[in-house]
Structures are given as C-alpha cells and as structure tokens.
C-alpha cells in the first residue's frame, strides 16, 4: 500500500515544502528583530557575512557567523526546527556528499589520520572538506535567515534599489508566485486521474496517461503564464515591483548596521591575529 501511494506522498510533500520554504510571509509578518529593520540594511548585512564567508580561512570565523545566524533566527521569533530545516536540507547535505571524497589521499594527498586497507583520510582532506561545507552552510544559513525575516515584495524593491536589472527582478519574481501554482495544479491533476482511473492500473496505460498529461500541464502552464502576465499588466504592472511599504531607515537601522560591521571586522583581526 505504501508503494501504490508514493506518487501521492511525494506530490503532497513538494507541496508542503514549497508552502513552506517559499512563502514565508507568515515570519516575515511576526514582530521580531530582523523583521523591524529596513530591507536594504539587512541585505547590506548579508553581504558583509557572505564576504567574510568567501574569504575567511578559518573553520572557527564560519562557526561563529553560522552560530550568530542561529541566535538572530532565535531573536526574530523564527521556530529553530523550521530554520535549522531549511538550512541542512539539500544545498549543505549535497555539498556533504560532494566533500566526502575530497577527505581521502587519492584526492588530497597528506597526513594520514585514519586508514582502512588502501584507502586514507588525510588531515589535509579533513580541512578542506570542512572549509567547504562549513562555507555552503553559513552561507546559507544567512540568505535563508534574510528571505524568512523579509517580506518578499519588499525584497524584490530592495533589489532594485541596488541597481539590480528589473528584467532579472521580475523574473525571479514570477517564478516565484509560478512555481507554487505549478506544484499544485500537479497535485490537482495526480487527484483527479486517480479518482477516474484508480489506484490500479496497467503500466502501458499508465505510461499513455503519464505521457498525456505531462503534455496538457505544458499547455495548461503556457496558457496560465500568459493569462497571469496580462492579469498584471492589466493591474499596472510595468516591470518594477510595486510595496505599499516605504522604506526608511532610522537611527536603529544604522546601529544595527554599524555593529554589523564591527563583528566582521573583530572576526577578520582575530583571524588575522591568530594567523600571525
């Protein structure tokens, strides 16, 4: 009974984490910390973090700005089991898998800490492996950290006040409210040639289905791609995203800010220090 309702548990589950991982509105709307500040400055914020994260050598520095990303989620009211799950599926644990043979001398020759017939794991390969899962996770861990404490709209705003082109805005924006629709009408389609056909069905015909309808949800999401295009235009849509939510920035914007600065400029002279 569980094989027969896979394809059903899988749909319902890329639901549910689309639901979750994309809208998260719900956060961004709580009264926490992050959620109070001007978008721009946590953006300015995230890109000090994910600079450091890009050249700091130090295991210890990606420790403590993935440790500080966890703190400012507890601060913002954000649930730790929702961010710590956001952060360590996919992207950290396919860098994981990714590392592991960076860890064995066939590909970092070096010091052998631990053997197993002909196959070493050396500390060179230790390190290195470390430094690139520990950069993938704090990285992530801040841009998630940014689009959970941030409404999306505000977001895409923010981006362009940094002269982000408005072609790629929209793009990203549309995809955004696109993919969601596209999940669902899978799900709608999987229900109701289920309810018409029934669970057990002859795999040839199975297979005409399948290959039926991959073609009617092509049409359906070109069809639908252009009904929602022209919806927006009709509604004043030219290109730029539209908040009722003016932006400013105030005296507590700019300390965050400033201690923003401060702690990558500590890590960077301890590390510095600690090098030396």
Same mark, same amino acid.
């Given at each position: ?26 956060? !961004?709307?709580?009264?926490?910390? &992050?959620? =109070?500040?001007?978008? +721009?400055?946590? *953006?300015?914020?995230? $890109?000090?973090? /994910? %600079? ?21 989620? !507890?601060?913002?009211?954000?649930? &730790?089991? =929702?961010?710590?799950? +956001?952060?360590? *599926?996919?992207?950290? $644990?396919?860098? /994981? %898998? ?29 390190? =290195? ?12 861990? /801040? ?134």
């Amino acid at each position: 009974m569980a094989g027969k309702d896979f394809a059903e548990r899988s749909i319902r589950g890329a639901l549910t984490f689309f639901r979750e991982a994309i809208f998260a509105d719900e956060t !961004a709307g709580l009264p926490g910390v &992050l959620q =109070s500040l001007d978008p +721009r400055v946590k *953006i300015v914020m995230v $890109l000090l973090g /994910l %600079l450091l994260v890009l050249f700091t050598r130090s295991l210890a520095v990606l420790g403590v700005l993935y440790l500080l990303s966890v703190l400012l989620a !507890a601060v913002s009211r954000i649930k &730790l089991g =929702s961010f710590l799950k +956001r952060t360590w *599926i996919f992207i950290p $644990l396919f860098s /994981l %898998l990714i590392a592991i043979p960076a860890m064995f001398s066939f590909v970092s020759p070096g010091e052998s800490i631990l053997s197993a017939g002909a196959f070493h794991i050396t500390r060179q390969g230790v390190m =290195s492996a470390g430094f690139f899962v520990g950069r993938v996770l704090a990285s992530v861990s /801040l841009v998630v950290l940014l689009s959970m404490t941030t409404r999306h709209f505000d977001l895409l705003k923010a981006l362009r006040c940094f002269g982000i082109p408005h072609l790629f805005v929209m793009v990203l924006g549309m995809c955004y409210r696109y993919l969601y629709l596209f999940v669902e009408m899978v799900e709608n389609t999987h229900r109701a040639i289920k309810s018409r056909v029934g669970s057990r069905i002859h795999y040839r015909k199975g297979q005409r289905v399948v290959a039926w309808n991959i073609a009617h949800l092509w049409m359906r999401s070109y069809a639908m791609n252009e009904q929602v295009y022209h919806a927006m235009v009709s509604r004043g849509f030219r290109g730029e995203p539209v908040a009722l939510d003016r932006f400013r920035t105030r005296p507590r914007d700019w300390c965050w800010l400033l201690a923003a600065v401060a702690v990558m400029l500590l890590l960077g002279y301890v590390e510095h220090r600690t090098r030396a």
